[in-house]
């Protein structure tokens, strides 16, 4: 007999030997044995450790499914690619906030789909999404030309923010300059606050100093809470006197920091959301033309905003452990909007909180997605033109 008759052998006889009493399996065993040609004690251990491939163990009663997959994961693909393909602990939070906008776009859910979506765990959305998750990765040129004009009167900050209250930011640029930095081009000015995580962004041509003091200014008017501290890098567009001047000689000055040279660590939160809030959107294209400015500040100062501020939830680090720990683990909060982070501040007064729940209960996250794509295929159709 050879060996792969004898394997098939072996799995015909495994479901009889598990199911007979142990007179039947002395009878089997001798029958196995007289077959094969094995010794007795071999075979009762192949009996024993033999796995079925093929043949399902007719007695196997699994446990039932709590959920109906082909009901709730085509709104789970639909909401988790609208919403920028979030980690399964943020699309958790996600999913209360988009729900309500789903049956505008798509087709009604029924109420006990929408429960099984609600009640999905953040591991069971990652092992349903796992086969359709794109992994994407590239990296940009450094931009970041010293200014040194004014660094002795800008302190370097090395401890935290005051993280309990709104109104503290860091600051970057983002420069679209595709795979040379010579010549002028767009660079996007990207402002997050450490306390809610509330972002800003605003298109510049080049980064000519009262260029981008006249887009802090327009940020500045367009937060929700007054602004009290700005933290940057070393680059020029930040470090000149235009801006230090506008910053600290008002009536009531702005703490105006900065990081270490070469230390992207001490901007760690706007280092992130030059990533998610502008990178993972606008690639790495170069928008070497001035008509690029006016497009992304339409598109910054409405659907923009709004949907990374109202509809996005982060999750911030609470607890970071000493180095010399025998086993350093991070702690962080539930994931968060902006929005959300800011209702719950006790340093914003309830009228504002009022207009911003009015103003949120207002928009469909859905319809702001298919809005900023539709403008983010003008500008790419610009780029193709004058590449052309």
Not at 109 to 128: G, K, V
Not at 323 to 332: L, Q, T, W
Request: aromatic letters at 12%; hydrophobic letters at 35%; a positive charge.
């Amino acid at each position: 007999m050879s060996p792969q008759s004898r394997r098939e052998y072996l799995a015909a006889l495994y479901w009889r030997y598990r199911r007979a009493n142990r007179r039947a399996k002395s009878i089997i065993l001798d029958e196995f044995c007289q077959t094969s040609g094995y010794h007795r004690k071999h075979a009762i251990r192949l009996l024993k450790r033999f796995r079925p491939f093929i043949t399902p163990d007719p007695r196997k009663r699994g446990r039932k499914p709590n959920y109906d997959y082909n009901a709730i994961l085509p709104p789970l693909k639909r909401i988790w690619l609208a919403a920028n393909q979030p980690c399964g602990k943020r699309l958790k939070a996600v999913l209360p906030l988009w729900l309500p906008g789903y049956a505008q776009i798509y087709d009604h859910l029924p109420q006990e789909t929408t429960q099984q979506l609600l009640r999905l765990s953040a591991a069971t959305i990652d092992r349903l999404l796992q086969h359709t998750r794109l992994i994407q990765g590239r990296r940009g040129r450094a931009t970041t030309k010293p200014g040194t004009l004014l660094k002795t009167h800008i302190p370097v900050k090395l401890d935290q923010w005051n993280e309990t209250k709104p109104g503290f930011l860091e600051a970057d640029t983002v420069a679209h300059c595709g795979d040379s930095a010579s010549g002028t081009f767009v660079f996007t000015i990207d402002t997050v606050d450490i306390a809610t995580g509330w972002t800003e962004q605003r298109a510049v041509w080049g980064k000519g100093e009262t260029g981008v003091l006249t887009q802090i200014k327009d940020i500045e008017q367009t937060l929700p809470f007054p602004l009290r501290g700005f933290d940057s890098d070393n680059g020029s567009e930040f470090l000149n006197y235009h801006l230090w001047k506008y910053l600290c000689h008002r009536k009531n000055p702005v703490q105006f920091t900065r990081s270490r040279a070469y230390h992207k660590d001490d901007n760690a939160h706007i280092e992130q959301k030059n990533w998610t809030h502008v990178r993972e959107w606008l690639g790495y294209y170069r928008f070497d033309h001035a008509d690029f400015v006016p497009l992304l500040n339409d598109l910054y100062t409405s659907e923009w905003r709004f949907f990374h501020n109202f509809f996005c939830p982060s999750s911030k680090l609470i607890e970071k452990p000493a180095p010399a720990a025998a086993k350093p683990r991070k702690r962080y909060d539930s994931p968060k909007t902006p929005l959300q982070r800011l209702l719950l501040s006790t340093d914003i007064h309830d009228a504002l909180k009022n207009t911003l729940r009015d103003q949120a209960a207002a928009l469909n996250p859905f319809l702001l997605r298919r809005a900023i794509e539709s403008k983010l295929k003008r500008i790419f159709a610009l780029h193709s033109k004058i590449n052309a």
